[in-house]
């Protein structure tokens, strides 16, 4: 029926249920194993490379009256919920991303423990976040305030799109939107660990992957010129 899986089908959110429960008793036992302390975030994500969930007539009904953001939230909150009875501690991360960039349209609502990703992909790359006034970004960001007390934000420092040849990176734009009067939410992602140990080997095949490395470095150097405290490598 499209390019992800049915987001309203019982079977399929039983499924997922499942196997979120079992991810999580898994890696509760591995921490409890190993005395450290177990992941609290998990995520999930819609797939890359389409431009819709599902059209099948109980998913069309919360899109047209909520948008595709509102069909994903929908299936997020009833994991959310889900996991709230026993792992009260563990947030749900889920991303509005591309399609679902845009937030809900009939006031639906994440519920605590849900962390809504908000990509920034429809946006002028070559401005601060914070002064993009030539894209719905911004009205997003605000849409999505409304709706999730959660909120991170992911943005690319690395250009993919052939629209934005050079330079190669932003990351320049970075600690203006940072260390702004409103700070907007942001994530740091970091592909590969680098630190001084790493072996040369690794660095050399994540040099190879559209040099993550070298961007996670001028990221990080970017965080503490924006006066980030507690920002480390690991």
Known sequence: IGPNFCLTNPKARERMRTKLRQYIESDRADAKRRRTPPPFLYCVMQNDCSDYFCRCPDCRRITEAGGESALNLDLINFLARDIAKDYPDIYIWTSAYAYSEEPPKNGMWAEPNVIIQLCRTQANMHS?????????????????????????????????????????????????????????????????????????????QAKDDFCQVETTVFYYRALQAAGVKGCRMV
């Open 128 to 204: 601060p976040a914070k002064d993009d006034a030539s894209s719905p970004f911004p009205g997003y960001l605000r849409g999505w305030r409304k709706c999730a007390d959660s909120i991170a934000m992911w943005t690319y420092w690395i250009f993919f799109w052939e629209s934005y040849p050079m330079p190669y990176h932003n990351i320049d734009l970075i600690p203006g939107d940072i260390s702004s009067p409103e700070p907007l939410p942001t994530v740091l992602k970091k592909d590969y660990p680098v630190d001084a140990e790493t072996p040369p080997a690794f660095l050399a």
